[in-house]
């Protein structure tokens, strides 16, 4: 298998598969590996983009994402982790501004997923003639674009603090309420999956 092939694959896997339930009880190394998860998804909005035509099954795989676990994740962030953030965070970390403008990212992002969404569903029960139209191609690649920033942020600035600020309670009770977002049983011990 080439290297485009194998990415292409291990994008479809990682789209398809949630982090462990057992990574509750660390929510935010579950939130780590969402994001790695969303930097999959970038590339495999790109790969869809640039193709000729309409891959499928990478459709597909963007479409369950986008349509579930990157909202789920969103409201991760805005109801539970950047709230618990801002009553944790002390004066001269300045991280209102950062929390700010991440949640006005989150805003125009849900929408552009929405529309993304909207025209993948479209293009596969066209049988993806003209795929992908010029429209659709710009939003793609504006997503990825907007999103990977948007991870840089977070992953470096807002989880780090987060580590350093979130108490053992905050951590529970983060895991506790992504578990129940989910469906899941929060694992009480290390030996619940
Ligand atoms: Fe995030
Ligand atoms: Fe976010």
């Given amino acids: ?97 950062v929390l700010g403008a991440l949640s006005l990212e989150h805003a125009s992002d849900n929408e552009i997923a929405e529309r993304i969404v909207e025209g993948l569903a479209q293009a596969l029960e066209t049988e993806g003639a003209d795929f992908p139209r010029a429209e659709l191609a710009a939003l793609l690649m504006r997503f990825a674009d907007g999103e990977r920033r948007h991870l840089i942020v977070e992953n470096a600035i807002v989880l780090p603090l987060a580590r350093a600020r979130l108490t053992e309670d905050d951590l529970r009770n983060l895991g506790r309420r992504m578990a129940a977002r989910r469906g899941i049983d929060y694992p009480e011990n290390k030996n619940a999956v």
């Fill in 1 to 97: 298998m080439d290297r485009l092939a194998e990415a292409r694959k291990l994008a479809i896997a990682a789209l398809g598969e949630p982090p462990p339930a057992l990574q509750l009880l660390a929510p935010l190394d579950y939130i780590l590996s969402e994001h790695f998860r969303q930097r999959s998804l970038c590339q495999a909005v790109e790969h869809l983009a640039n193709a000729d035509g309409l891959d499928r099954e990478m459709a597909d795989a963007i479409l369950g994402f986008m349509a579930f676990d990157f909202g789920l994740h969103v409201i991760d962030e805005e109801e539970d982790l950047f709230p618990m953030l801002r009553r944790r965070a002390l004066p001269e970390d300045g991280i209102e501004d």
